[in-house]
């Protein structure tokens, strides 16, 4: 895999953006949604109350921005073109599962705009961007199960479904959730594109 920096990407309708401090308080109110957050927010639950402090959060999407910036993380702010108005979020961090390196992705979309393909096109985008240019092996995702429009998009742009389920600890919800892995690796990526 090739280390670069986040970059910026572009779709029909969308501006898939190098993140900066500006839209990060527009991207934490979407995040405050407690239909956004229910499944999406993983962090430990004794920083929940942080959470809901814009002061408290900016530090930490201060340091998200410098993570996209160095290579570590990609991270891209989604922007509609028709308007400007930053949407939402994609993630590619890079793990380890299956004894080979994955990056783990994942996004959020405002609930205003949701329901009109902006998370598959953007995914798609991503995708690109991960296999062809950073040249990774594989992508994985987990997803809630009850969370059926983002796992349906797994299925649309081909990820393949594990058998088991695992269950995941959400900052918002009182029990682990069940969940579903998909995977996708650049192999068959590429047979199908």
Request: proline letters at 2%; charged letters at 25%.
């Amino acid at each position: 895999m090739k280390k670069m920096k986040t970059k910026e990407l572009e779709t029909e309708r969308l501006l898939l953006k190098v993140p900066t401090i500006e839209e990060q308080k527009r991207l934490y109110e979407i995040m405050l949604n407690p239909e956004i957050n229910k499944y999406y927010l993983t962090i430990s639950k004794r920083f929940k109350a942080d959470f809901l402090s814009w002061d408290k959060q900016q530090r930490y999407y201060e340091n998200k921005i410098n993570k996209a910036l160095n290579g570590d993380h990609y991270i891209w702010s989604i922007f509609l073109k028709s308007n400007n108005e930053c949407i939402g979020e994609l993630n590619a961090l890079l793990v380890q599962a299956y004894c080979m390196e994955f990056m783990s992705v994942d996004w959020y979309i405002d609930s205003m705009y949701q329901g009109n393909g902006y998370a598959s096109e953007a995914i798609k985008k991503m995708l690109d961007y991960l296999f062809l240019e950073l040249e990774v092996s594989g992508i994985m995702a987990t997803i809630a199960t009850v969370n059926i429009p983002s796992w349906k998009i797994m299925e649309k742009l081909r990820f393949t479904r594990d058998v088991q389920t695992k269950f995941v600890e959400c900052t918002f919800v009182e029990q682990p959730v069940e969940s579903y892995v998909y995977t996708l690796t650049k192999n068959k990526y590429l047979k199908k594109s």
